[in-house]
């Protein structure tokens, strides 16, 4: 009987020291995992301000350029106004109006009146 208990006793310690050895397997594989997501977390951490940073820099400067352009409206519908006001103040209204919609203007008839 002392020789079962030995074999079981050996097939105990055999099968203890093989779930020692994945136990230690998995936790030195867990430690490299977790050491490689600390990495990785230090590092977003150490690049999201600059991101951060740099999208505001680019929304500041999408902002600045909206501004510009709409100031660059206002200022071009401004001369669209005076240039309409000089072309009415120089040719009749209806040769202006034939210009302004790119329509075909003919001008002898206008000449013809200013003559006589």
């Not at 430690?31 to 820099?57: D, E, H, K, Y």
């Not at 309409?84 to 103040?89: A, P, Q, T």
């Amino acid at each position: 009987m002392t020789v079962q208990l030995d074999a079981l006793y050996d097939v105990q310690v055999h099968f203890a020291q093989q779930i020692l050895d994945v136990i230690k397997d998995n936790l030195q594989r867990d430690s490299r995992n977790t050491a490689g997501s600390i990495c990785i977390m230090t590092l977003v951490i150490i690049i999201s301000p600059i991101v951060i940073l740099f999208i505001r820099l680019i929304i500041n400067d999408i902002q600045r350029y909206a501004v510009v352009l709409s100031d660059q409206t206002k200022a071009l519908d401004q001369e669209q106004k005076r240039a309409d006001s000089l072309l009415y103040r120089l040719l009749p209204k209806s040769v202006a109006q034939k210009l302004k919609h790119n329509e075909q203007v003919c001008f002898l008839p206008i000449i013809i009146q200013h003559v006589q």
